[in-house]
T-cell receptor, first 115, second 111 residues
């Protein structure tokens, strides 16, 4: 089944404790991206990747890191989480580009709480 | 930076009533996509509009792209409880690489 898999679904952590949220897709998509969803703000793009070893900042990259060593994986790293990073996070992939004639396929989301 | 606003933020309708959400961009969009997110779920692609003035229909849903390609709308005729969710528009920025989502419209349908 074609899908984007995110783990974990729920995560509670403390300020400053490094964490990684994993994202994997089995559709051979070139484009992968991370979003955070906050009430009233919609979905905001954190980072995106056009292909392996090619990553770039979205609209809200501060406090986050990503890597794209393999085509299928795009982990989101929070080196020193802070309470303002408490949010619902989504990973998404698409065949080509950001929205260039190909829809985004989303993972099921990771609800992160930083205390 | 580019902003994409949606109105209204919330909408409660009686089942059977119509519903419309509007998406407005601060800049011209090359194309626009619409997504639906059910409560507790993830966004799911509905449709893409590319041409100026384009209108597309999916059963009870009608999507329009403005002539200036800076605004779009989604209209649902005779809402059903299955239409409940948050509807987002999204447009590419930065040469199709970056993606900007609208703020979303949360629809509640009262049976």
């Amino acid at each position: 089944e074609a899908q984007v898999t995110q783990n974990p679904r729920y995560l509670i952590t403390v300020t400053g404790k490094k964490l990684t949220v994993t994202c994997s897709q089995n559709m051979n998509h070139e484009y992968m991206s991370w979003y955070r969803q906050d009430p009233g703000l919609g979905l905001r793009q954190i980072y995106y990747s056009m292909n392996v070893e090619v990553t770039d900042k979205g609209d809200v990259p501060e406090g986050y890191k990503v890597s794209r060593k393999e085509k299928r994986n795009f982990p989101l790293i929070l080196e020193s989480p802070s309470p303002n990073q408490t949010s619902l996070y989504f990973c998404a992939s698409s065949l080509k580009g950001g929205l260039f004639n190909s829809p985004l396929h989303f993972g099921n989301g990771t609800r992160l709480t930083v205390t | 930076g580019q902003q994409v606003m949606q109105i209204p933020q919330y909408q409660h309708v009686q089942e059977g009533e119509d519903f419309t959400t509007y998406c407005n961009s601060s800049t011209t969009l090359s194309n626009i996509q619409w997504y639906k997110q059910r409560p507790g779920g993830h966004p799911v692609f509905l449709i893409q509009l590319v041409k100026s003035g384009e209108v597309k229909k999916q059963k009870r849903l009608t999507f329009q792209f403005g002539e200036a390609k800076k605004n779009s709308s989604l209209h649902i005729t005779a809402t059903q409880t299955t239409d409940v969710g948050t509807y987002f528009c999204a447009g590419p920025t930065g040469g199709y690489q970056k993606v900007t989502f609208g703020t979303g419209t949360k629809l509640q349908v009262i049976p």
